[in-house]
């Protein structure tokens, strides 16, 4: 019999599906090979379609990149982009000036607010060997009196996003990395001042969850009723939830107001829970632009014809930085942030 505080279960495809006040999420596993001098795959990309590889060819994809893996500058109005990057690196540059690289367990906040452009790009630094991606992102709405504030971004660097260890009355281990809210008694970093995510009382969550095979986990219920809750089941052999068996690569929408017994199956088991209390406001959405009405997804397209947000300042759609270079943000008016400070 299933759970009763399970809502409902569906198979995942390659975007994954959200609920208010999330647009999608979409985790990339690439295992890219070999660098060259220009930091893209060295045995080439000859069979590819280039510009627009998604194929997964030999287990890894070029995006919308032509020499290096990823996405040349695009534009976004009216959302956040949640960039989480558990393995490999990102170089991040955008037409505020801003630019930066992060990987390792670093995650990059961004609200587009009004408009920006910006590039996404996966340099393969090593090369000697191989130079495996993963990496979450994960679109989170703006409410109507937020979708024309600044852009900015913010990096919540690995070494000090929490992450919560505890062990079963086995002694086998799971782990919380809390990317934003609370878990239990530990507070995630802060995100970008006009995000939904900003104000406590919409309990937003972004948790990726580890548990050691054959581990019990219970997953906290919300201070509060009317959540959106959903737990992706992204790696593994399975886990029960609540007594209720589930297969790999699942999607299960649960209660958000009770706690939920998590048993890994044969092998470890990975899930991100994404939860919030939902905008309710009405949702337009085409292409890299997310508002409130079709109109102002056309005013949306021509002021990016218009002003191009901002225009590019870097000398290419597909910029990098050096292979040694380390990880650090540089933001719009030219202040730098380095892991550990």
């Given at each position: 019999m299933a759970s009763k505080n399970i809502i409902n279960v569906e198979s995942l495809g390659g975007t994954w599906?959200?609920?208010?006040?999330?647009?999608?999420?979409?985790?990339?596993?690439d295992f890219y090979p070999e660098g060259n001098d220009l930091l893209g795959p060295k045995e080439g990309v000859s069979g590819r379609n280039i510009g627009q590889d998604f194929a997964n060819k030999d287990g890894w994809n070029m995006y919308h990149g032509k020499s290096v893996p990823g996405f040349p500058y695009h534009p976004h109005r009216g959302f956040e982009t949640v960039t989480v990057v558990e393995q490999g690196f990102a170089d991040h540059s955008d037409s505020l000036g801003s630019t930066g690289r992060f990987g390792q367990g670093d995650v990059q906040w961004m609200t587009a607010g009004k408009g920006v452009q910006h590039a996404e790009m996966f340099p393969l630094?090593?090369?000697?060997?191989?130079?495996?991606?993963e990496l979450f992102q994960i679109w989170l709405n703006l409410p109507a009196n937020k979708k024309w504030v600044e852009p900015e971004y913010k990096m919540l660097?690995?070494?000090?996003?929490?992450?919560?260890?505890e062990k079963d009355s086995s002694g086998l281990l799971s782990k919380t990395k809390v990317i934003s809210g609370n878990y239990k008694s530990h507070i995630s970093l802060n995100s970008p001042v006009n995000s939904w995510a900003s104000d406590a009382e919409n309990e937003l969550a972004i948790w990726l969850v580890?548990?050691?095979?054959?581990?019990?986990?219970?997953?906290?219920?919300?201070?509060?009723s009317g959540l959106n809750r959903s737990l992706y089941l992204f790696q593994g052999k399975g886990a029960s939830f609540d007594g209720t068996s589930i297969s790999n690569y699942k999607r299960i929408v649960v209660k958000s107001d009770s706690d939920?017994?998590?048993?890994?199956?044969?092998?470890?088991?990975?899930?991100?829970?994404l939860q919030a209390k939902p905008i309710g406001e009405p949702v337009a959405k085409y292409g890299p632009f997310v508002m409130n009405t079709e109109q102002e997804i056309q005013d949306a397209f021509s002021s990016y014809r218009k002003t191009q947000f901002g225009g590019w300042p870097w000398p290419e759609a597909e910029f990098v930085h050096p292979r040694d270079t380390d990880r650090f943000a540089q933001f719009a008016d030219g202040e730098k942030e380095f892991p550990g400070q």
């Open positions: 599906q959200t609920l208010d006040p999330f647009l999608f999420s979409v985790h990339h596993l630094l090593n090369p000697n060997g191989p130079n495996t991606l660097w690995n070494e000090k996003i929490p992450v919560i260890e580890k548990i050691e095979a054959r581990g019990n986990y219970t997953l906290p219920k919300s201070m509060r939920m017994e998590i048993i890994a199956g044969i092998s470890d088991v990975s899930i991100l829970v």
